[in-house]
């Protein structure tokens, strides 16, 4: 059985930092692309970042470009996303989400999540 | 890169059917075969209803179906039923720098 299990959300300041991490079990890790997908409270799902199967290669959204950083150990089938410079709009629940399939580099892959981790809230506030 | 847009919401009675749609542009709906429909009950996670367009994971019921016409995909539920009442959310690929997009969500309210 697929399980995936967050931890790593709280309360941090304007301009702080905060680590997700994201276990996985039930599935052989690296040969699935891995993602961050995130919802405002009562709002809608925002895609944030994707990681390739090896972790080779990254892709983020615009609004978290330079600021957020996904990687993945393989060798103990987590995923993680470290956010830096946080600000008061990063304010979300935080969900990781396993890929249907890794992704080919260079080509238009699709927003296929088959599972989705319970989520972890994240609060930005003074 | 704005939202896909969808409805905001749409409604039906037991048994009847619906269809929310999904618009984009030729640089993500209307030019990829990547787009995927979720569900989400009220603070539970995304479920993972079709993607490729119209591909159905396993375990997700045939009343489910989806289809895209140039730049617009839609999601039909037939047969609705009470459970079906959740919020749908489109996705797609984007040629832009941000490479996946979600619309806005449509709330299904079964009467």
Known sequence: EVQLLESGGGLVQPGGSLRLSCAASGFTFRRFAMNWVRQAPGKGLEWVSTLIGSGDTTYYADSVKGRFTISRDNSKNTLYLQMNSLRVEDTAVYYCAKSWDDIVVGGPWGPTFDYWAQGSLVTVSS | QSALTQPASVSGSPGQSI???????????GGYKYVSWYQQHPGKAPKLMIFDVHIRPSGVSDRFSGSKSGNTASLTISG????DEAYYYCSSYTSSTTCLIFGGGTKLTVL
């Open chain 2, 80 to 83: 609705l039923r009470a459970d």
């Open chain 2, 19 to 29: 269809t929310i749609s999904c618009t984009g542009t030729s640089s993500d709906v």
